[in-house]
């Protein structure tokens, strides 16, 4: 079955870029998403085929998906963006996720 | 469009854990209508699909287990999960999931209900 890999956690310091990444065999040649979810919250979808965001999703979300691995980044990180991360795509006609990654706002 | 999931939040061992989402402000047609878990202190996962045509597909790790159904006149989808254990404690989200159907196809969960506490004990 197809897998999907995040680094556990990422940190990043205020006003800050906020990289996270997602791997996957030839995850180019598929569409990635990305959700966001905060503590006790349900996951809000905030990129989705690769690079275009939802409406109301802030700007500073961006995505790009190329060879192995799809990218989350988070331009001018807030600590409203503290949350887990999770990757997704579709494969032979079922839903992966991510493990997910804890972005932490120091 | 809303999706509110209902059912009990307590199961016991080897019993049969059963959940309803409703849908409200829209209708079942033209989605992938979902069900995800997420156990305590970990990552999603997916559990399964109804299409609107009622076409289904599981993840292989519960298939033997799981039924997803539609019930277009009531716009509630429902999920039953057989001969539960502990591991199948979680909080228990419905979504809509929608396809971009392409060169490669896109599909994504662009609406999510609150999600339910499921305890599995004795």
Redesign the interface.
Known sequence: ?YELTQSPSVSVSPGHTATITCSGDKLG???A?W?Q?KPGQ????VI??DSRR?SGIPERFSGSNSGNTATLAISGTQAMDEA?Y?C?A?DS????????TKLTVL | VQLQESGPGLVKPSETLSLTCTVSGGSTSDYYW?W?RQPPGK????IG?IYYSGST?Y??SLQSRVTISLDTSKNQFSLRLSSVTAADTAVY?CAR?TA?VGP???????L????TPVTVSS
């Open positions: 079955s040649n598929k569409y998403c959700y979810q349900s996951p809000v979808l989705y085929q939802p887990d999770y997704q579709w006609s079922t839903w992966v996720f991510g493990g997910g | 979902s995800i990552g999603l996962e997916w699909f597909n993840n292989s989200y999931g971009v490669a196809d896109a599909y994504y969960f662009d999510w209900g609150q999600g």
